[in-house]
């Protein structure tokens, strides 16, 4: 029923496509694509340098065209009036036009012994944050004394990357705002779902120099090796002996899931077939968390879009609209403008995520797949049902259309996951990730050539996080801040 | 103790002093330097004053000021509001035992303590805080001096008790500012806590310290 | 806002005798205060002060209507209320006990309460309370306390307070808010007082002529250390030097001894402490109760302008009447998945308990900022929460589940308010609110408000402005 044959869009048509052919390199593009707020406040309302653009399009041009030979000539100006060019700010990465949007170390920013690549500062630094400490006045000493500081250097990023602080204390951290654990629905008693699995998976994939595209690829579930007094071991979870259960005890009481029975898969194990495993997309924590009870799972998928692609969509970012979306599947008048503005790109993203259950004592479990779900959904509107049944909604990611899974009529989480990870997005969120925990902060406008040289390399070297951290700490932005 | 505040001025993860071993020149300067946050924070109290991670700081009433562990049954009673009895008795009374004994709850490792927060930290597990501080926030600074006080002063306690680990002059009467004792307590710090050697005007800065009447003894200028 | 220390000092110094302060002016205004009390889970209205009485509706057996007799109206309130459901209660999944009458509220505070209908734009839990607290991004993403910290706590020591969690917890998203309007996160109000100061009561607290030598020499050689001048440009060392300078005039107000909820060795509890205890008897193992101890604390001794607070998601089992019985069920207001009459019964019993405790403090309490003035005088509690519960139940079921649904309405409590008063109303035949006249007040059937007009009306209650606000002068009438 779902034609594959669609023409698909590679980038995102209309004003974003035509800045990025401009400023392809620019932070704004480069791994991404320009947020609607680049020209607008909230669209249609223009900003200041929208206003510009708006102010030297050629009206005998198309309007895209008319862009790109517009943004040339309102380089040099300060639309916003923040004290540096709407250039500077497109270079920094900055948004010219937020006067409250600046470059913190602009240009003319006071020079210093702190431009300066320092080893001794790059050892301090690396260890507090891979190794957790600081290090100790010998081991100072013998970098100061060292031939060849580098390398000293990066043995001993090896041994931080190798200790159980850095692989149980430290990583973990990334993913709590990605996970949003809830202990009242998460642990031994009345529980829905077990985020153990989620944080035991994140933590595998960024660790020990694996592949980073697993945390959206993996068809395996990765579990702790014991419950004794020292860090635990992580290994993957062999399906030959069944999908991974719940505890079974902790702290010497029975787990229950939330109604009191003895917890299962249902609730605090995992239930998905490996055909139908996309990572972090799909486990059961994720699902029971953001989907719930939803027919159309928006939250789902705006969660994934922020948490693994670094677009925040509420804040016009990462927009691809498909024509003639949204379909508003489930008549919540989304099909008007301003909705529709991110609804042509949130709702398709939406649609793979429709085939699994979120909360759901009916097919099998939470967080289970169902591929008929969206007709088959007993608290939804038999109306919409019959809707999702004619308008065979297609799903799509970055203006790409999603084939359906193999075998079945049902657009693939699967498929939208492994291409998800193989996006520049992708790369330069998990970048950012390492980058911000590293130096502090995010990159700042004279970071933005080392940061994308870092998120590319990090494609180049296999999406290994420790290859990564490598190339990172030899950077200014690490060493020379 | 004293000296130990003293010597966390700039609180962040490093303090370079001695000249560069290379160095390439390049523009302009980042704005924002790393914030040494909770556990890294009790980690280096832990190593420089030889001090078990639990006993870095404990708050005046009995609990940790900050940590990280894994979540264990009573922390997670503690956190929906049961004090300590009840939270054994509630233990005890689900484990269908006559006593309470205590074990993991939650297999993950989380920062804990009245003052993780304070010190850049987050409690996933039992708070539903995902994201730490971006940067210190106006209850940082107190709680930083918490730590920093309770691990020096235990640490003094314990030297006085001996045997000594840090503080070789804990147990003088009196200590004057500019005497050896003084400069060699100011440069062991130095090294255990920052790694580096002190300058000579910064030992004059600290040694000032106790520079008092009536002096100080060698535990308070500890 | 800009809080430095000299302004900072300035309030603190004046604020010595907490009373002596004067009327601390805003462009012509006075202090305000919000509360921000927090229905974690999804408050229902219709189950508190817009119930719809079986009688009224034609499709009571299938929708959530209360019985006649259920639906209570006291002497000389236009609004009504649920009374305690024993009977359902008692036919619970998990014993549960009610220890407040929603009468008693407004009976006690009828006059100032407004009813104001609404309608949530997401039915997730954290995208839901997210938006309960910015307003659907009115504001640029600032949420409510954030706000009203900006425009009102210039010279207070800790001027936006947030005890709440989930997505009543998140600070806003606009990074451009000034530092001193962030809101400071309090995970638990037991403790939270000893991160007040940097000494006091510690089993090693030093001499404070020591103490102050010591710090003395920290900031020589803050100054004039290598590391130090190296990044002096940076904003993280100037900012880091400013916090030193805000937590010494913190200290210098023994914030310790005024925010205590406990006795603790070698420290002093607060005078109110006693006052406290009567009024919140758990209040050193009810979170809940902490919090609005603390609250109180925190508006009374001029330090905060802008507080959240919220029951937990965990359970909360308390005695009464030599019976142990749940008060806080799981997952707060969300239990109403498993029993949502009683959910919502006990859930709100024990929010508006808790409130009612607050506000009488409140309301005998002079304002620190405006002598002659009740802080109650100069505040709204705003009650919030991310969206309302599914109206249908099986025919005739007394005890069943409900999901999330957007349709709903909020309870705001203030002298500034009108008060005694409904905007908007309630379909019985669907049980569906809907909206009304923002400048008349007149019904609006087919209509409705949305997060946004709540936030504009709890602003332009307390004098506070933004660009894109939205009017609603009916609610003053």
């Known amino acids: 029923m779902f034609t594959l044959l669609l023409p698909a869009l590679a980038r995102p048509p209309g004003p974003a496509a035509a800045v990025c052919d401009v400023y392809p390199d620019e932070p704004l593009c480069s791994g991404s694509v320009a947020p609607c707020t680049l020209c607008h406040v909230l669209p249609p309302t223009l900003n200041p340098y929208g206003t510009a653009v708006l102010g030297e399009l050629d009206p005998e041009l198309s309007y895209s065209e008319g862009v790109i030979a517009a943004l040339p000539y309102i380089e040099a100006a300060d639309s916003d009036g923040d004290g540096q060019s709407n250039l500077a700010e497109l270079i920094a990465g900055t948004s010219p036009g937020d006067e409250l949007s600046v470059n913190p170390s602009p240009e003319d920013a006071p020079e210093g012994s702190g431009a300066l690549y320092d080893p001794e500062f790059a050892f301090r630094r690396l260890m507090t944050a891979f190794c957790g400490h600081s290090p100790t006045y010998d081991e100072v000493e013998e970098l100061r004394s060292a031939s060849d500081p580098a390398t000293l250097l990066h043995a001993q990023l090896d041994r931080c990357l190798e200790s159980p602080t850095w692989r149980h204390e430290i990583v973990p951290r990334f993913a709590d705002e990605r996970i949003r654990p809830i202990a009242s629905l998460g642990t031994c008693v009345s529980m829905m779902a077990n985020f153990e699995f989620d944080y035991h998976l994140f933590t595998w994939a960024m660790t020990e120099g694996r592949d980073a595209r697993e945390l959206l690829t993996a068809d395996y579930y990765v579990t702790s090796s014991d419950q004794g007094s020292s860090y635990p071991e992580l290994r993957v979870h062999d399906d030959s002996a069944g999908l991974p259960y719940p505890p079974a005890q902790r702290a010497g009481i029975s787990c229950t899931d939330v109604r ?42 705006a969660a994934a879009y922020r948490s693994w692609l670094g677009f925040e969509i509420a804040a016009y970012e990462g927009m691809y609209p498909i024509d003639g979306e949204p379909l508003d599947i489930d008549r919540k008048s989304i099909d008007v403008q301003p909705c529709a503005q991110c609804h042509s790109t949130l709702d398709p993203l939406s649609y793979a995520f429709a085939h699994y259950n979120g909360v759901s004592l009916i097919f099998g479990g939470n967080g289970s797949y169902n591929e008929n779900r969206p007709i088959e959904l007993f608290s939804a509107d038999p109306a919409i049902r019959e809707d999702w049944a004619a308008e065979a909604p297609v799903a799509a990611l970055s203006g790409e259309l999603i084939p359906t899974e193999p075998g079945g009529d049902a657009p693939s989480v699967v498929e939208l996951a492994r291409r998800a990870a193989e996006s520049d997005a992708f790369a330069r969120n998990l970048t950012s990730i390492l980058f911000e925990h590293a130096t502090g902060g995010p990159p700042e406008g004279k970071d933005q050539a080392e940061f994308r040289a870092l998120w590319m390399g990090l494609q180049d070297g296999g999406y290994s996080i420790d290859a990564m951290a490598h190339d990172l700490i030899d950077t200014h932005a690490f060493g020379a801040p | 103790m004293m000296l130990l505040l003293a010597l966390t001025a700039c609180n962040t993860d490093a303090d370079p002093e001695a000249p560069p071993v290379a160095v390439v020149d390049i523009s302009t300067a980042r704005s924002t330097l790393r914030w040494k946050r909770n556990r890294a924070l009790q980690n280096d109290l832990s190593r420089a004053l030889a001090l078990p991670l639990e006993e870095v700081c404990t708050e005046v009433d009995g609990s940790v000021c900050a940590t990280v562990q894994r979540i264990r049954y009573l922390d997670w009673l503690a956190s929906q509001g049961l004090d300590p009895q009840e939270a054994l008795q509630e233990c005890a009374a689900q484990q269908g035992t006559a006593t309470c004994q205590d074990d993991i709850w939650i297999d993950l490792y989380s920062p804990l303590g009245a003052h993780t927060v304070s010190l850049g930290g987050n409690s996933p597990f039992l708070g539903e805080q995902y994201q730490p501080l971006a940067e210190p926030g106006l209850t940082t600074p107190m709680a930083l001096d918490r730590m920093l006080l309770s691990a020096c002063g235990e640490r003094a306690t314990r030297d006085l008790a001996g045997p000594i680990e840090v503080f070789e002059h804990v147990g003088l009467s009196a200590i004057t500012s500019g005497s050896i004792e003084a400069e060699q307590t100011v440069s062991t710090l130095f090294r255990r806590l920052l790694a580096r050697d002190p300058e000579a005007e910064e030992v004059a800065t600290v040694t000032a310290i106790a520079d008092t009447t009536p002096p100080m003894s060698g535990e308070q200028f500890a | 806002m800009s809080l430095t220390r000299r302004t900072l000092l300035g309030a603190l110094t004046a604020g010595a005798a907490a009373a002596t302060l004067p009327a601390f002016a805003f462009g012509g205004q006075q202090r305000r205060y919000l509360i921000v009390i927090g229905g974690p889970g999804g408050a229902n209205i219709l189950d508190s002060f817009l119930p719809v009485a079986h009688s009224e509706s034609a499709n ?133 007082a000893m991160g007040t100061h940097g000494s006091l009561g510690l089993e090693h607290a030093p001499d404070p002529g020591h103490l102050a030598r010591a710090r003395a020499a920290r900031e020589s050689l803050d100054q ?243 660009p894109g606000r939205r009017s609603l002068p009916c609610l003053f009438t």
């Open chain 1, 260 to 301: 009191g029975f003895p917890a299962t898969n249902n609730a605090g194990g995992q239930t998905l077939e490996p055909a139908h495993r996309a990572g972090m997309f799909t486990t059961q924590w994720f699902l029971t968390l953001n989907t719930q009870a939803s027919y159309l799972p928006r939250t789902t998928a």
């Open chain 3, 60 to 192: 009571a057996s299938v929708l959530s209507t209360h019985f006649d007799e259920d639906v209570l109206q006291p002497a000389g309130s236009t609004l009504r209320c649920v009374a305690p459901l024993v009977d359902a209660i008692e036919s619970s999944l998990i014993p549960m006990r009610v220890r407040y009458e929603q009468a008693t509220f407004l009976q006690r505070y009828g006059s100032m309460t407004t009813v104001m209908t609404c309608e949530g734009s997401s039915v997730n839990h954290r995208v839901g309370q997210v938006r309960a607290m910015n307003g659907n991004t009115i504001n640029r993403g600032r949420t409510i306390l954030e706000t009203v910290g900006l425009a009102h706590g210039d010279g207070l020591a800790l001027p936006v307070v947030n005890m709440m969690g989930g997505g009543l917890g998140e600070s806003g998203t606009d990074s451009s808010l000034p530092i001193a309007a962030r809101q400071l996160s309090v995970q638990d109000p037991r403790t939270f």
């Open chain 3, 224 to 466: 004039s250390s290598a590391f130090a001048n190296r990044f002096a440009h940076t904003s993280t060392l100037q900012r880091w030097a400013s916090l030193r300078q805000l937590a010494l005039a913190v200290e210098d107000q023994d914030l310790l001894t005024k925010l205590l909820l406990r006795e603790l060795p070698n420290l002093t509890t607060p005078p109110e402490l006693e006052l406290l205890q009567q009024t919140f008897p758990c209040l050193l193992t009810d979170v809940f109760e902490a919090q609005a101890a603390l609250t109180f604390l925190l508006l009374k001794n001029g330090l905060t302008c802008s507080v959240g607070l919220a029951p937990r998601n965990g359970t909360l089992q308390v005695e009464i009447d030599g019976v142990r019985a749940i008060e806080n069920p799981q997952l707060a207001f969300d239990y109403s998945h498993n029993d949502h009459r009683v959910g919502q019964n006990v859930m709100w019993a024990r929010t508006l308990r808790v409130a009612d405790g607050l506000i009488g403090l409140l309301e005998q309490t002079e304002d620190p900022c405006s002598p002659g003035q009740t802080i109650l005088d100069n505040s709204v509690v705003a009650f919030l929460t991310e969206f309302g519960r599914g109206r249908e139940r099986p025919a005739d079921a007394l005890v069943y589940g409900s999901g999330h649904f957007p349709n709903n309405g909020v309870v705001l409590v203030s002298p500034l308010l009108g008060g005694n008063r409904l905007f908007g109303g309630v379909d019985p035949d669907t049980c569906l609110t809907y909206g009304f006249d923002p400048i008349t007040g007149e019904d609006r059937p087919g209509t409705h408000m949305e997060e946004g007009d709540v936030f504009s009306g709890i602003c332009e209650a307390l004098g506070v402005d933004f």
